[in-house]
């Protein structure tokens, strides 16, 4: 007859197996990759090293609601969004504006309160060049109180833009 404690202790051990188990797995693992050098490759990719085309696949907390950069609500959606579309700038490895469609970091005014962007020669997947009158339309977009950007908020000290 076995007792609630002898159970116990039973389940307790199969537990302990299982976790052991599992611990073995994973320093087998990270050792074949230790020795062949996979855990350790962190090579950029070169022009003769980059596939075009194929599959991405992305697992997601949440389906997105949309894929519109004004209309993003979700983290993922963000995330998404920033797997398609460029921004005139982004970020470095060490959280520093760098150049994105922009060529380089924008001209500012002796007030501060110009910035002025040169784009970098891009193009759609179209194949259309993009030109000023485009990142015009996107920040007049997000000004828009009819377009209800959820991002609205982080260009209100913006008060206008233009192409030049």
Not at 101 to 114: K, M
Request: hydrophobic share 40%; glycine share 8%.
């Amino acid at each position: 007859m076995t007792t609630n404690r002898t159970r116990h202790k039973r389940s307790r051990r199969i537990t302990f197996l299982r976790l052991v188990s599992l611990c073995i797995l994973c320093v087998g693992i990270l050792g074949y990759l230790f020795l062949t050098g996979s855990i350790l490759t962190a090579e950029t990719p070169t022009s003769d090293t980059i596939k075009h085309g194929g599959t991405l696949r992305l697992a997601m907390a949440y389906e997105p609601r949309c894929l519109d950069p004004a209309l993003i609500w979700s983290e993922d959606e963000g995330i998404l969004v920033c797997l398609l579309f460029d921004s005139l700038l982004d970020y470095d490895a060490q959280g520093n504006f760098v150049p994105a469609l922009a060529e380089s970091l924008p001209v500012v005014s002796s007030d501060g309160l110009i910035y002025t962007f040169t784009l970098r020669p891009v193009r759609f997947s179209n194949g259309r060049e993009l030109v000023a009158q485009d990142v015009v339309f996107t920040l007049e977009r997000y000004f828009d109180p009819k377009t209800g950007a959820s991002a609205s908020g982080y260009f209100n000290s913006i008060h206008g833009c233009a192409a030049l």
